[in-house]
């Protein structure tokens, strides 16, 4: 299930210039999901193209695997004004859209704070929980759960980048 491009369901339809689908292998059974789009996001439709995007695929691309072995998306479709938090209003508007992105995968990939509290409910810090496997429901579905760092986290910390490394060969080994 997509948003219809005039989709008006949250206030962020106001601010937008383009709905931000997914990008990737809806086959794939891994799905990495991040917080929302951002500016460069926001004019290209296209998830993870900006600054932190890039960091994000070379990194990927130094472990073996390309952004379109796997599904890109975000807990809202539309850039909230400034890159600002989505409110839990916005992200309940905008979730039938991501559950049916995952509701079918193996796999679904937390980047950052704002994507692990949407879909498994944490609230603390993301370093106590990066890289530990949990579990989520979507569509009915018990479904692996990973939390990771945002890719804009890795771009001044060795720190994330290495454990953002780790993400990306546990998803290599065991989904693959
Ligand atoms: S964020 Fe989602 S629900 Fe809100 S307007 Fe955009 S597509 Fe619609």
């Given at each position: ?49 900006g ?46 859209f ?27 810090r ?51």
């Amino acid at each position: 299930m997509r948003p219809s491009p005039d989709c008006s369901l949250c206030s962020l339809c106001r601010e937008r210039t383009r709905i931000v689908l997914p990008d990737g292998d809806p086959s794939s059974g891994v799905v990495f999901v991040g917080e929302a789009p951002g500016e460069t996001e926001d004019l290209t439709g296209r998830p993870f193209v900006g600054r932190s995007g890039k960091l994000m695929e070379r990194m990927m691309s130094e472990e073996g695997v390309s952004r379109s072995d796997v599904l890109i998306t975000n807990t809202v479709k539309c850039r909230p004004p400034g890159n600002r938090d989505p409110t839990p209003e916005e992200m309940v508007a905008c979730r039938p859209f991501l559950d049916s992105e995952i509701c079918g995968s193996r796999v679904v990939v937390g980047l950052g704070r704002s994507a692990c509290r949407d879909l498994a409910g944490y609230e603390g810090r993301m370093k106590d929980i990066v890289n530990t496997r949990m579990t989520i429901k979507a569509g009915g579905r018990d479904i692996a759960f990973i939390p990771t760092f945002h890719p804009a986290a890795c771009i001044y910390s060795r720190e994330s980048r290495e454990a953002f490394r780790m993400t990306i060969r546990m998803i290599k080994r065991e989904f693959l």
